[in-house]
């Protein structure tokens, strides 16, 4: 066969998205088993399935559309074995959990006015066009339903600008905030009352630039967490899914056992120091979140003790993480190089490491192995379902 003519066989799809064949050839939109010829044309395979939205692939919310179930789980767990590789590092990595289509409950679309039309949705693949979307497969059936009366409502409020929707799934229902724009005027405030009340809205906020505004909340905001309803406030960083949320809570909670106390690093609005039934130490370093913590911790009860700690500019030394049975940390994406460095000398028996970027993670896990600690095991979450975002929780012991 001349290379003229030649077949490859895509045998794996790379982190950003592409197929590759085994030497080393990429092709965009691939899956493994799919050919791809010497022109680039690609022939698909058993597991190439047709996009089920119209908008694959210009929208930027979704990269693996064409991959089947079993395509995008393997591309889940490659991505954590690649990571973990890249730094001399293997781990039993357990069958990936993925999120059902259509549940996510916490998004960002973007909003245009151009030519007196308002065009909402997500951003076009490596562009800053906005892809009105007419459909959308990972969305909350309950968020999407917004997208319409949002392009309604944004036009009587006479916006002319481009701003952030940031939608969220509250106990109360859907949570908006607006970012980069502000209504005025008494026309506009009732126009968004009328829009809150048609639709049940459980919060309206605006940001335009000196902090969020809240110009609708009839009741509380909440979101519950270990079964306790937490104060939300807006566009907190919540998990994507519930059931993602659930997935990686079992696993934390497996990881740690039965620890009489723990340290929860990154503690958040309290996902898992909610669900834990210890003593906690919650650090984090966002007042607000931490402030949602320890109300709803002292309302119920719960053996709780926030404090506000900047775990970058003051991470937790070896000392004082020798005093926990148990820690629990879940970084943002740059991973916990600081806090790493004490984990890695600390007496803790065992640390649940959740982590939403599988490169950072194996840098932290090479400092924490080569102090003598195992990757007991890895559990990994494809809580943005279609997308090359993994996240996953795993457990390390000495």
């Not at 493994?32 to 044309?41: K, S, Y």
């Not at 047709?50 to 693996?64: A, D, E, I, W, Y």
């Not at 879940?330 to 991973?335: F, L, T």
């Not at 003598?372 to 943005?384: A, L, N």
């Amino acid at each position: 066969m001349t290379s003229e003519t030649k077949i490859d066989t895509i045998v794996r799809v790379a982190a950003r998205g592409d197929g590759m064949t085994a030497d080393g050839r990429h092709a965009a939109f691939s899956a493994p088993g799919d050919t791809l010829a010497a022109d680039g044309t690609v022939i698909p395979g058993p597991h190439h399935q047709t996009p089920p939205c119209v908008h694959f692939p210009t929208c930027g919310g979704c990269q693996l559309q064409h991959l089947d179930d079993q395509a995008y789980a393997e591309f889940v767990t490659d991505r954590i074995a690649s990571a973990l590789d890249g730094q001399d590092l293997s781990a039993p990595i357990r069958t990936p959990h993925i999120s059902p289509e259509r549940s996510r409950r916490r998004a960002t679309l973007h909003a245009e006015a151009k030519g007196g039309k308002i065009t909402l949705g997500f951003t076009a693949e490596k562009a800053h066009t906005i892809v009105d979307i007419k459909e959308c497969w990972i969305l909350d059936p309950r968020l999407f339903a917004l997208v319409q009366p949002l392009r309604q409502l944004l036009k009587r409020l006479n916006f002319r600008r481009r701003a952030d929707i940031h939608l969220t799934l509250a106990d109360q229902g859907a949570d908006i905030l607006i970012t980069g724009f502000a209504p005025e005027g008494l026309p506009a405030a009732e126009a968004l009352t009328k829009f809150c009340e048609d639709h049940k809205i459980a919060r309206v906020a605006f940001d335009d630039g000196l902090g969020p505004e809240t110009r609708w909340e009839p009741d509380a905001v909440t979101i519950t967490l270990g079964g306790v309803p937490v104060p939300l406030p807006p566009a907190s960083f919540l998990q994507a899914t519930p059931d993602g949320e659930a997935a990686l809570t079992a696993a934390v909670l497996e990881a740690i056992g039965k620890p009489g106390t723990v340290a929860d690093l990154f503690a958040g609005l309290g996902t898992f120091t909610l669900a834990i039934p210890a003593k906690v130490y919650a650090a984090e370093g966002a007042r607000d979140a931490l402030g949602s913590l320890k109300s709803a911790a002292h309302r119920t009860q719960r053996p709780v003790y926030p404090e506000h700690r900047d775990l970058y500019r003051r991470p937790m030394t070896v000392a004082e993480l020798d005093r926990f049975d148990a820690v629990v940390i879940d970084p943002p994406r740059s991973g916990a190089r600081e806090q790493a460095t004490a984990l890695a000398e600390c007496k803790t028996p065992v640390i649940a490491y959740v982590s939403c970027n599988p490169t950072s993670f194996a840098r932290d896990a090479k400092e924490l192995c080569d102090a003598g600690w195992r990757i007991d095991w890895v559990q990994p979450v494809g809580q943005f379902r279609w997308s090359t975002h993994v996240e996953l929780a795993a457990k390390f012991v000495r």
